[in-house]
């Protein structure tokens, strides 16, 4: 006859048998977001199609940089056909004339620098470009990332 | 004491059993859940929302006002086909008011990602065309 013991030794082992399945389950999941997650990342080629019509727009339109900050961004955005409330949110735009930054925030340089170095495989970093036209050095990133949304 | 033998087997047999059978719903219920996990992820809804939205965006964002944009979405909508999206009109959608581009692929959720070229979306169309469903747009300038 099983005592009573026993059979509490019996049950108790649905413990370990439950925990091999999470520890199963959870190495197979993790092992298919690594794999299907990776290896699309958009922020390059964003960061290169902002930073090539940035160019387009400085050749073919005159923008008059020597104004103040606030209505030299008015005219950029308004000239360039760029919307300045999806920039502020995921891009990154630094002008600089004769290495003086006329258009975006200076740390914003930093920030792109530290990417291509210690943050390089942070996806909450941008990813930049930077591009010389004439006498300026512009530099555009992107740290977007598509967003999942239930319908 | 024969009889109280035989007793006492069955109810050691009925213990051992019943503990099996636990097991095998827990081990069974398990299986079906990553089969189902596994066969969403191979079906790969949410890659191909990620590349439709992120291609789009792509096209919108080097586009000018007037541009007539036709891509080939047949891939998508085998895959919406496949997980039951009610109609195809649901698969693609734009948001004129935040600059997004939406896809969906599966029910229930939908992957987005914004375009910065200040430009509106007009008269987005699914044409369904045997081996080769295209989506068409056009470029327009925003309303001031």
Request: charged share 20%.
């Amino acid at each position: 006859m099983k005592s009573k013991k026993a059979q509490l030794g019996e049950q108790v082992m649905i413990f370990p048998f439950v925990l091999m399945l999470i520890v199963i389950g959870g190495g197979i999941a993790a092992g298919i977001y690594v794999f299907f997650s990776s290896g699309y990342d958009f922020r390059k080629v964003d960061a290169d199609i902002l930073n090539y019509k940035i160019q387009d727009c400085l050749t073919t339109n005159k923008i008059n940089f020597n104004q103040d900050k606030a209505l030299l961004e008015k005219e950029f955005f308004t000239v360039c056909n760029i919307n300045q409330q999806i920039i502020k949110e995921n891009f990154i735009i630094v002008i600089a004339k004769n290495s003086e930054v006329k258009l975006g925030i200076e740390s914003d340089e930093v920030t792109c620098a530290l990417s291509q170095t210690t943050a390089k495989n942070n996806p909450n970093y941008p990813i930049c470009t930077t591009t010389f036209l004439n006498d300026f050095r512009i530099t555009t990133g992107s740290k977007q990332q598509a967003q999942k949304q239930i319908t | 004491m024969n009889i109280s033998l035989k007793i006492k087997n069955k109810k050691a047999a009925e213990n051992v059993i019943s503990s099996t059978v636990i097991y095998l719903l827990i081990a069974m219920v398990f299986f079906a859940g990553m089969m189902l996990f596994l066969w969403n992820q191979m079906n790969g809804a949410s890659v191909w929302e990620r590349y439709y939205s992120e291609e789009i965006t792509k096209l919108i964002n080097i586009a000018k006002p007037g541009d007539q944009i036709t891509i080939d979405i047949q891939k998508a909508t085998q895959i919406a086909k496949k997980n039951n999206v009610q109609t195809f009109s649901e698969i693609f959608s734009f948001d004129n008011s935040q600059n997004k581009v939406c896809v969906k692929l599966s029910p229930g959720k939908k992957t987005c990602y914004s375009y910065f070229n200040d430009v509106i979306i007009l008269s987005p169309d699914i044409k369904l065309i045997p081996e080769n469903n295209i989506l068409t747009f056009t470029i327009s300038e925003p309303k001031k």
